[in-house]
């Protein structure tokens, strides 16, 4: 897969002859502690100097930078700031991490030492502020690139990184979870960036083999079981296309994992045209990225499964392409969805809440799940609504929703719950058909009437629907990625399963 090779972590008890650069995790208001001032003392003093300004430390990921003496074996030492103590959380950690690997790129470097002395009024321990940084470090040095001629193409070289400051057992624990979730949103990534010729109906499934390998079991339904299954909604999405649908069913049990699933929904259209209803040239630019919120899914599995958690966990993905030709979908359609209900057509670029529509009733009728969540990357109108700041969440439960926004806020995936009110199913009565697919006037707030037509299809489980619309890309690089996908939701589901684990 076209990605730069993953750092390496390793606990150790001192810096190696091999570290080419040291960096010391310090907050703003603690000195040095035993390791830096013996550090600093073998650099006469270059150290405090050099941060001996009040605000030097202040900002998180903050980098100061100095040439250590040639009688030291590392060529350069970096203090990271870590900002004031009492703001350091989890996720600053990782912001800092991913400062210092942009900080680092470019400068040659392939042997790093993180070194943690003690921090008063830091409320976390050692290993996880250790893994936090390392974290961040990853998922900014993720990268994604199909060009045979870019400068020094195929000499990327992995970073080996040592960690001192943590017990040995702690630090393995914590690096075991961060680095699961690093490979589940780096990989996430790299679905959502490949090409719509590289990813498709056809050949989906051969990218799912890094499930398989974390002990996932993988099944496919293809068009006749689609048929047989009742299935016509996905199928009628996937009719203009060359390639036929699928649906991709995903299972993950963890050792003492409890019988009854979690079930993970994601809208899979591997490329939207809009279908007879096309988008314009500019809104059709990104429209590989349609399915963010299968490959969501597909990151958040690894994750769980290469930390070897004790969950079980079920995914359900709807893979299809939405493209105009004599065999496409057709506004006024009147469509018989897995469920029995009928469905009437207007708009084919409302595509994903057909797709979700069987594949939530499969998930609901065969897993029988304690929860349901779906991910899809659905309207526009919740961009409009919240901007770049917050994805649209809906739910039957207020109690999971606040604990999915409480997981979000702790990873920086920021989520606001939307309202799933019974008025909005006036908008969506038809004369002919059960349901209308959206309300009759697409302007007036699409992502409402989205989640209380797909609530049709739970089969009244306990369910949550995130709108991910315009959180799958970023157009520049940011402290936790670079420009391109960024595996929005990941990273919260598996906070949010964890905790509630634990808190289990």
Known sequence: ??????????????????????????????????????????????LSRACSEPAALEKSGACVDVIAPKAMSARRVVVLALGKA??????????????????????????ATLMLDPLAGVDLPAAEVLARVALGMRLRRYRFDL?????????????????????????????????????????????VNLPPNHLHPDNFHDHLEPLREAGIDIEILDVARLKELGMNAILAVGSGSARPPRVAVLRYRGKGAPAQPLAFVGKGVCFDSGGLCIKRGEQMFDMKADMGGAAAVVGLLIALARQGSPVHAVGVLGIAENMPSGTALKPRDIITT???????????????????ADCLYYAASRFNPSVIVDLATLTYSVMRGLGSVFAGLFSTDDTIASRMIAAGEKVGERFWQLPLDRAYDEGLQSPFADIRHHAK???????????????????????????????????????LGRQGATAFGVQMLEEWVQSGRTAN
Not at 4 to 31: C, D, H, R, W
Not at 87 to 103: F, K
Not at 446 to 451: I, W
Not at 453 to 478: C, S, Y
């Open 1 to 46: 897969m076209p990605q730069s090779p993953a750092p390496v972590f390793e606990a150790a008890e001192e810096i190696s002859a091999e570290t080419s650069v040291v960096v010391i995790l310090q907050t703003a208001q603690n000195g040095f502690g035993l390791r830096a001032a013996a550090l600093d003392a073998e650099m006469d003093g270059i």
């Open 86 to 111: 009492e703001a350091v959380t989890p996720l600053s950690l990782a912001r800092a991490g991913g400062l210092l690997a942009a900080h680092l790129e470019g400068k040659s470097e392939c042997a």
């Open 147 to 191: 060009r045979n001629r870019r400068p020094g193409a195929g000499a990327d070289r992995t970073l080996r990184v040592q960690l001192i400051g943590a017990a040995g057992p702690e630090l393995k624990a914590a690096l075991a979870r961060v680095n699961a979730i690093a490979d589940g949103v780096e990989y996430a990534r790299t679905l």
């Open 338 to 356: 897995a469920s029995g209900q009928t469905v009437e057509v207007f708009d084919t670029d409302a595509e994903g809440r057909l797709i979700l």
């Open 441 to 479: 006037d697409m302007e007036d707030g699409d992502a409402p009437y989205a989640a209380a037509f797909l609530r049709n299809f739970t089969e009244d489980r306990p369910w949550v629907h995130l709108d991910i619309a315009g959180k799958e890309m970023a157009d520049k690089d940011r402290p």
